[in-house]
């Protein structure tokens, strides 16, 4: 084609580039308001990940003192917990795991981290600084203002407050959780639910006060009967009887201590397992005791359901 075609190839050339790089520009700038901002927070959500022992809830440091509890309002997550919200592909596999999804509860823990994530995005500018109405302040073009300054009147600044349950979330998709961390074990970027979810618990239970009436009734037994059933303590051995099990309290020296549970002590399906599990230690010549009445109840259905203080 001559020369004629060698301006038409450069002509191209130069569009084809011009387009490509107008595109990546315009999408790097959608890029953090768009579920492909997950390509961004992926590799750094990976790299921040929990390395600690997996299932372990963290407690509430110094719980005595504490003047709030949990998460009431998107601005207590944690940064990781928000990262995590940024890090969601939407792959779903997280709810197909979910065995209260399966069950037809309304938790679903792809929609979880989407509400929560969506929440943060339409308060971004009450979380980065509020201006209260009235007040004129030229720090900013749109009249935001920074956390840490104040108004003229000396008095800190503050966004209004969202309450996360009901308003964003429906609560019983917070107290359908089993804590079984199916959706975390299929999470390809490693984002954590149950210590969310159970943040949340702790903020309706510790400062609301809000329980479902038969988790209300176990934490009630935990407290008055050390176990969730509320069944008399005294009876706690007594799936043990006529099996001439030793108590540790008589048997100072065994080697082994067997932690029964609740569940064994006072369920009768359950009994048949602390029953077997005797019969094969025996079996085994493994010399063991049992704590019988002195044992209490763990309190993990405390920790589970929110009731820190409890626990």
Known sequence: ?????????????????????????????????????HVVTALPNVFFQELGPVGRLKPIDNIEEAETFGVGDARDFSWKAVMNFYTCTECGRCTDNCPAWSTGKLLSPKQFTLDA??????????????????????TTPKGWIPWNEQNPEGEEVKAPATELVPDVIDPEVIWACTTCRACEDACPVFITYVEKIVDVRRNLVLEKGEVPGELANALRGVENNANPWNLASMDRSAWAEGLDVPRI????????????????SYDDRAKKIAVAMVKLMREADVKFAIMGDEEKCCGDVARRSGNEYLF
């Open 249 to 264: 309290a008589d048997t100072p020296d065994a080697e082994v201590l067997l932690w029964v549970g609740c569940a064994p």
């Open 1 to 37: 084609f001559g020369n004629a075609g060698d301006t038409t190839i450069n002509v191209l050339r130069h569009a084809g580039f011009w387009t490509h790089s107008l595109l990546v520009l315009i999408f790097l700038n959608i890029l953090p308001y768009s579920k492909h901002f």
């Open 117 to 138: 994530r969506d929440n943060l995005y339409e308060r971004q500018n009450d979380i980065i600084g509020y201006q209260e109405p009235g007040v004129h302040m030229d």
